[in-house]
């Protein structure tokens, strides 16, 4: 079955901290995967996605994601995360057109 | 503004109620997706939609769900004889067609709580 998980429900960091968010996902296919990010108040965007080539990529607001195959992984990272990180991230896995969500991380980063 | 829109946002029923939701995708999509949000959830896909063609529903969309695209445009979801399990975020989605991987855009969602 496909499916997405994601082992951090909430995390709370400081200001300047490094973040890593973890997904792992299932799927039989050819794995094209995002993040999303959806700031209080405010609709899902896009952070980042893959779907070829470099398994590092990078993406707006200084994040990346490192995708490794042997680990079905898609983990999120950030180097140094802001007060205006704040929001909730959502791994996603295209299928053939729809996307399977992971129940999403809040990330809560104090001033 | 040329991203998707959904409308109403808010929406308060008594249960056994039908409710309709619309969808605007953005123009140049033909692909254009449902999905359903609850509280500490990712969001749900339940219908696909490619121009006027339904080509997918999920097993989430029961009977008393319908989704039509009648021009290839705008989208309506209706709920029939709402019950309070039905109380979520619905979410619309469109994208280019072509590649599983083209992004999907969100639009801001209409809420929904069945009393």
């Known amino acids: 079955a496909q499916s997405v998980s994601q082992h951090n429900h909430h995390v709370i960091l400081s200001e300047a901290a490094s973040l890593e968010l973890g997904c792992n996902y299932s799927?039989?296919?050819?794995?094209?995967l995002f993040w999303y990010v959806q700031y209080p108040g405010q609709h899902l965007q896009l952070l980042l996605k893959?779907?070829?080539?470099?398994?590092l990529v990078k993406g707006i607001k200084g994040f990346e994601a490192e995708f490794i195959k042997s680990k079905f992984s898609f983990n999120l990272r950030k180097p140094s995360v802001q007060w205006s990180d704040t929001a909730e991230y959502f791994c996603a896995v295209a299928g053939t057109y729809k996307y399977i969500f992971g129940t999403g991380t809040r990330l809560k980063v104090l001033a | 503004d040329t991203g998707v829109s959904q409308n109403p946002r808010h929406k308060i029923t008594k249960r056994g109620q039908n409710v309709t939701f619309r969808c605007d995708p953005i123009?140049?999509?033909?692909?254009l997706y449902w999905y359903r949000q609850t509280l500490g959830q990712g969001p749900e896909f339940l219908t696909y939609f490619q121009n006027e063609a339904q080509l997918e529903k999920s097993r989430l969309l029961s009977d008393r769900f319908s989704a039509e695209r009648p021009k290839g445009s705008f989208s309506t979801l209706e709920i029939q004889r709402t019950e309070q399990g039905d109380s979520a975020m619905y979410l619309c989605?469109?994208?280019?067609?072509?590649?599983?991987?083209?992004?999907?855009?969100f639009g801001p969602g209409t809420r929904l709580t069945v009393l």
């Open positions: 123009s140049e999509h033909n692909r």
């Open positions: 893959y779907f070829s080539g470099d398994p």
């Open positions: 799927y039989g296919g050819t794995v094209n």
């Open positions: 989605a469109s994208s280019l067609g072509g590649e599983s991987y083209n992004e999907q855009f």
